[in-house]
Structure formats: structure tokens, C-alpha cells
């Protein structure tokens, strides 16, 4: 079974970046899509962004395109999240997602994804 752990998170002030990492292990995943989920406080959790198998396709949420960029190192067998411009309103908890899981699931274009991390706090200031 895969585990996943997200690393990254942190307190920024408005208009920083930030990158997030997500790191599998028991699974090589350049063969599975993984995805960003975040979770606000009192708020439903939401997608970020997904990064497809085989074809790396991505997909993004309209409140984070052109300014988050999800991307593979099949090397380090890591996915990452590259945050620029950051706001206030993407404080949350960021949780890296893949398929193949026994977790909850969210069908989404990019793939079924059922494996989930613990999480990584990201904290804008305005």
C-alpha cells in the first residue's frame, strides 16, 4: 500500500511562493495520476490540482491556474506543487492524493484517487 508524505507547508505573507512536495513510497508514481486537494477551515476539502498518468496531462481548479504549477520528478519519485502569488484565501491544509487507495474517493477527470496523505499547512498573511 502507498504512503504519502507532503512536505513544504508554512507561513508566507501575500504575494510569496511556496512549493509543496508529495513523496510516495511503495509505489512508483510516474504510473499513477496524483492530485492536491486543500481543506480550509469550516470549509468542504476542494481540488488544487492533478497531474495525469502517462501523459502528465494537468488540470488545475480556476482559482489556482496560472499561478500554482503541478509537476513530476521521476527520479525522486515526487510530485510537487509550485505556489506563486500566494493569498490569503489559499490558506489551508494541502493534501497530496493518488490512486489505488482504500480512502475516500474523488472521481475527477485525471483519475480516481483513494490514497491520501496526512497534510501540510500552508498560512497566507495579508
Known amino acids: 500500500q502507498v504512503q504519502l508524505v507532503e512536505s513544504g507547508g508554512g507561513l508566507v505573507q501575500a504575494g510569496d511562493s511556496l512549493r509543496l512536495s508529495c513523496a510516495a513510497s511503495?509505489?512508483?508514481?510516474?504510473?499513477?495520476?496524483v492530485a492536491w486537494f486543500r481543506q480550509a477551515p469550516v470549509k468542504e476539502r476542494e481540488f488544487v490540482a492533478a497531474i495525469s498518468r502517462y501523459n502528465s496531462r494537468t488540470y488545475y481548479a480556476d482559482s489556482v491556474k496560472g499561478r500554482f504549477t503541478i509537476s513530476r520528478d521521476n527520479a525522486k519519485n515526487t510530485v510537487s506543487l509550485q505556489m506563486n502569488s500566494l493569498k490569503p484565501e489559499d490558506t489551508a491544509v494541502y493534501y497530496c492524493?493518488?490512486?489505488?487507495?482504500?480512502?475516500?474517493?474523488?472521481?475527477?477527470?485525471?483519475?480516481?484517487?483513494?490514497?491520501w496523505g496526512q497534510g501540510t499547512q500552508v498560512t497566507v498573511s495579508s
Open positions: 511503495g509505489r512508483t508514481f510516474s504510473n499513477y495520476a
Open positions: 492524493a493518488t490512486e489505488g487507495g482504500p480512502g475516500p474517493r474523488v472521481v475527477l477527470p485525471a483519475g480516481v484517487f483513494s490514497s
